[in-house]
């Protein structure tokens, strides 16, 4: 069988910044399928397939091409139903996406503000000017005011990051899918791992619970988490 | 077949403010079981069973006893196999849990705070001096303290329940479990439900967008969340 190939949004040096590409690293390895991550970088995304997508990841398998993670990840179910599955029922799906919108108003927008600049300065050369206008556009700010004064934003994704320590302590539960990981970890896990591959400042302190859930997904399917350059998610 | 008994927590003018005795009773109507919901009151419960258990929800299904919610809906599967599954597959339940362990830092904490007052004051009388006392050993303060200044603590509740205005917005999920209903949806409107049948101060704005997911989810199962005496949740 020929591999799947994976567009995967390269920074400098090894770094691979996207949350929504490692969704698609971890999708495809809990199919247990072999795939090749093709760096691309930002500016670079609509050359591919004739600019017919904007964004990362897409996947190309023989004749198929695939972007958008929920698209991928719905589309290996269904291509490769005999493999493990990634949601094994309607509901998992519907919670999965639940949760990740939970996660935008409690984490991501916080996270957005305080790293933004980082993420900035990991793109190559090429990327940034696009990255600054486009980003300043959404924020209506410079990306050094976003992050200014970040230590209230990390505070705020800290505890918006709660819930896995309550799921860790007073629920003794492993993952956030149950006693095995599943797709609602690499959803969250995936934020983390965005987050590590750009920071300068520690998203946790190092003697947060949920680090202990953070390296045990990590550590999956081969330690996909520790595929790419990252600075430290603690200290 | 003999109807299955749950026992209910009940307070004055029929009103049913267990949030997991909900639960029990959209999970047996999820599984279109027939039950008698029988009203006990908090310090009755342990008259029940040889004082065998200490909170409800309590199911009795022929010879079985099970207390717990999450118990129940574990029983009620395991039990009745061939009607509608209340979590389809272990990641399922996995991710109902997490959805409930992140609503207690993010929206519970601030409900019981908000309103442990207005459960007090529609309890019958014989409950109220245990629960000022158990309460206020948990909360360290009187619950008149506790509820003293709660327009912030309503205010993050709001702010808490972001996530299903995120689904409903940008997502356009219908439910927290996809596109039906399923135990996830449960588990948040049991807590509304809670707050619907003591509220003296509404919980939300009339314009939530969130309401429309709520009143649908009260309307399932032949409108079992409108089997109670409540209290306006929204004004």
Redesign the interface.
Known sequence: MKSILLHDLAALDGRRPSPFCWRAKYALAHKGLAFEASPVSMTDIRKLYGGAHETVPIIEDGERTVCDSWAIADYLDEAYPDRPRI?????????????E??M???VVVHLFYAYVKDIHDVLPEKDRVYFRESREKRLGCALEEAAAGREARIENAR??L???R??LG??G?P??????P?Y?DYVVASFLLWIASVATAPLLRADDPLLAWFERVRDLHGGIGRTATVNAIAG
């Open positions: 949601f094994a029922s309607p509901g998992e799906r519907g919670l999965c996406r639940f949760i919108a939970s935008f108003p409690s505890a918006g709660e819930s896995l309550v799921m007073q629920l539960q993952f956030v899918a149950g006693e095995s599943g609602g």
